[in-house]
């Protein structure tokens, strides 16, 4: 089992920027893909980034291409996206994600095993 938690969501203004962590715990987590997905008032879920633990890659969402910036740190066993110049669609719960996936980095959900609660961003015009 791998826990995940999710911290450093907030209030910002528009073109303004926020660091998200996510704190992982358990069994071989530090091999894992990871992502962060968000999910906007009355919309679905959606693939923001990822990040391998096993081969360095990233991978982002066109939306947030420039913008964020997915890393990691294996010695603390936690997970960031750096977020800056954000826009008002970028409102929206943000998830840490765990992949089985370790081959290959994907954007699918449902390849993902393990979930934080969620932190919310929101951003003011």
């Known amino acids: 089992q791998v826990q995940l938690v999710e911290s450093g969501g907030g209030l910002v203004q528009a073109g303004g920027s926020l660091r998200l962590s996510c704190a992982a715990s358990?069994?071989?987590?530090?091999?894992?893909?990871m992502g962060w997905f968000r999910q906007a008032p009355g919309k679905e879920r959606e693939f923001v980034a990822a990040?391998?633990?096993?081969?360095?890659?990233?991978y982002y969402a066109d939306s947030v291409k420039g913008r964020f910036t997915i890393s990691r740190d294996n010695a603390k066993n936690t997970m960031s996206l750096q977020m800056s110049r954000l826009k008002a669609e970028d409102t929206a719960v943000y998830y840490c994600?765990?992949?089985?996936?370790?081959?290959?980095?994907?954007?699918?959900?449902?390849?993902?095993?393990?979930w934080g609660q969620g932190t919310q961003v929101t951003v003011s015009s």
């Open positions: 994600a765990a992949s089985r996936v370790r081959s290959r980095i994907t954007p699918d959900e449902d390849e993902y095993d393990y």
């Open positions: 358990g069994r071989t987590f530090s091999s894992y893909t």
């Open positions: 990040i391998s633990w096993s081969v360095v890659g990233t």
